[in-house]
């Protein structure tokens, strides 16, 4: 995929999470739907975050998932719709100048998800942004909206009408 069509994809993506976002009821952020599930809060975190790993994946060959230090601590959920909106805009924005800044050369580099240092698969950059990033985000996102159906919250459209909203 070309740049310009990576960026079309990954704006229509951002879009759709944003909608999703708004609609997150403030009251219930701590809401989970099984005891083995992230709460509302940290769901909806975790995708207003995720184009955070744009810049990343496209300025290294590699990145550990499980590094010897650890990594990173874990996010802090938001505490608002308003707060993971900012958050995503924030996070898209830095993401789409990474995209933007690349070449058809940087898309086709090879990039290899590590574990503890071992090498679990090598695919082009643009693959990785594809599916670790982008799908990844619909798939957040198409999480999130069964989260909002359990809250009987309404769930926004994405590509088409939805029980909540069939006229749009």
Not at 52 to 71: R, V, Y
Not at 110 to 125: D, Y
Request: charged letters at 20%; glycine letters at 8%.
């Amino acid at each position: 995929m070309s740049v310009e069509h990576t960026l079309a994809a990954f704006d229509q993506i951002v879009a759709g999470s944003r909608t999703m976002l708004e609609a997150v009821p403030g009251e219930h952020l701590g809401w989970r739907p099984h005891d083995r599930s992230w709460t509302l809060g940290e769901l909806a975190t975790h995708l207003a975050n995720l184009p955070n790993w744009t810049a990343p994946t496209l300025s290294a060959p590699e990145f550990d998932i499980d590094p010897a230090d650890g990594g990173p601590p874990p996010l802090q959920p938001l505490g608002s719709a308003a707060e993971l909106v900012a958050a995503l805009d924030q996070s898209a924005a830095a993401a789409r100048g990474a995209i933007e800044s690349c070449s058809e050369d940087d898309l086709a580099a090879p990039w290899t998800m590590l574990v503890a240092g071992e090498p679990r698969f090598t695919l082009p950059k643009g693959v990785v942004l594809r599916t670790f990033i982008m799908d990844h985000m619909i798939h957040h996102r198409a999480q999130l909206g069964v989260y909002l159906r359990l809250l009987d919250a309404p769930v926004p459209q994405q590509f088409g009408p939805t029980a909540d909203f069939p006229d749009m």
